[in-house]
C-alpha cells in the first residue's frame, strides 16, 4: 500500500468516516447505488458517486486496451487512476472536497507505441 493511502485510512479512520461514507462497490456491470456512469466506452466505463467523492474505473475486458480516468478535484488536484488491460478496476476518493471534473480514456498499446483515445472532459454536477 502506498504511502498516500496508508495516510488516507488512518485519516478516515481516525474521523470516523471509512465506515459510514465508503458506498458499497459496484456490482458487475452496474454502477454502485446512487452512481452514475461518467464516461463509456467498449473497453470499459467510469462512475462518480452522486455526492462526487468516490471514483470507480472499471476496464471490462481482458485485450491490449487499458482504461484510464484523469480528473481534478475542487480543491485543484490532479489524480490519474488506470485500470487494465486485464479485465480490472480501480478505485480511488477524495478525502476533502469533491471531483470537480474528470476525462475517461482508453489506451492501447501495440509494440513499443501506444494510442490514447478520449472523451472530451466533463464537469461532474453535484
Not at 462518480?48 to 487499458?66: M, P, Q
Amino acid at each position: 500500500m502506498s504511502s498516500r493511502a496508508n495516510a488516507v485510512a488512518v485519516a478516515a479512520l481516525v474521523l470516523g468516516t471509512l465506515s459510514s461514507s465508503a458506498p458499497a462497490a459496484a456490482a458487475a456491470g452496474s454502477p454502485f447505488n446512487g452512481g452514475r456512469v461518467d464516461g463509456q466506452a467498449p473497453y470499459g466505463e467510469v462512475f462518480v458517486s452522486r455526492e462526487a467523492v468516490h471514483i470507480y474505473l472499471y476496464d471490462r475486458k481482458d485485450d491490449n486496451y487499458w482504461v484510464t480516468v484523469h480528473y481534478v478535484t475542487t480543491l485543484g488536484n490532479d489524480v490519474d487512476l488506470k485500470a487494465g488491460p486485464k479485465e480490472s478496476s480501480a478505485h480511488d476518493f477524495v478525502f476533502f472536497g469533491s471531483i470537480d471534473r474528470l476525462q475517461f480514456c482508453w489506451v492501447r498499446a501495440d509494440g513499443d507505441k501506444t494510442y490514447r483515445t478520449c472523451h472530451k472532459t466533463k464537469t461532474i454536477e453535484k
